[in-house]
């Protein structure tokens, strides 16, 4: 049997996203975003405007994934496309006004449920949020590093 | 505008485990449990005997969410009920050698994806876990401190 402190780590990602889930699916109930969708928005607007590649390594998402995204926001009306000055190639994604309407709406309700999960925080906010990111990149590194699989299409 | 620092604490542990769903997404592929079910039957086996209370709390489930993944088992033929001596209301849950069998079959390659995710890491595991777990149990707290919802049964 392996050492028991080990899989624990990814253990605890899992274990941890579950208990914030369930804190933000209540406190989202009766909004108009699920908590998945309302970090994709999030991401777009941060950023005012972002490219497909920069969406999927901010939501640690396949680009696959995020391209269904991406396709959903546009279907809504909550997103569109702008040309990339950069890069004739490919393409800005911003949030329309009425996706920035959803995501405010939402945003009340999770600015709440924040202020409760940082309140009963034992430690500063950044500090945790700084290991979250060194373990993020790290699971992006190894996801990598991965030999690839054959995933059916 | 919130402050921008403060959102990103739980966006961060959103982006941490879909990088973490893909890791393991793509190392269990073709293992006979998906990385959420492997997060089950891991909880189940640690402990060897689990109330579903305590399962519930470990995975940081709802108990009706645990309560449905313990049928699976069941139905499966993975998971068994034992009387808990400390309590005749209640029943300890334990894997069955079925359910070990694809539990091991799992773990094999978990441990490869936990090694190459270790190694990229640039902090100790055991303080990243340590944080991990605080952030569970602050989501935890903030959930139980939450307003009840109109949630529909």
Redesign the interface.
């Given at each position: 049997m392996?050492d028991?402190?080990?899989?624990?780590?990814?253990?605890?990602?899992?274990?941890?996203?579950?208990?914030?889930?369930?804190?933000?699916r209540?406190?989202l109930?009766?909004g108009p975003l699920s908590?998945?969708r309302y970090?994709v928005y999030?991401?777009v607007f941060?950023d005012e405007t972002i490219t497909l590649t920069a969406l999927a390594a901010?939501?640690?998402?396949?680009l696959t994934t995020a391209a269904e995204h991406v396709r959903r926001l546009e279907r809504l009306g909550h997103a569109r496309r702008l040309p990339n000055p950069q890069d004739g190639r490919s393409f800005l994604l911003t949030l329309t006004a009425e996706g920035r309407r959803a995501h405010r709406a939402a945003?009340t309700r999770?600015?709440q449920?924040?202020r409760?999960?940082?309140?009963?925080?034992?430690?500063p906010?950044?500090?945790?949020?700084e290991?979250?990111?060194?373990?993020?990149?790290?699971?992006?590194?190894?996801?990598r590093?991965?030999p690839t699989?054959?995933?059916p299409k």
């Open positions: 392996p028991q402190s080990s899989p624990s780590l990814l253990f605890e990602v899992f274990a941890l996203n579950q208990q914030v889930g369930q804190l933000l209540e406190a109930a009766d908590p998945d970090a999030s991401a941060e901010r939501l640690g998402m396949p945003n999770f600015e449920a924040h409760a999960f940082v309140e009963a925080l034992p430690i906010v950044a500090a945790a949020t290991v979250l990111t060194a373990l993020r990149l790290a699971a992006r590194e190894a996801t590093a991965a699989q054959r995933l």
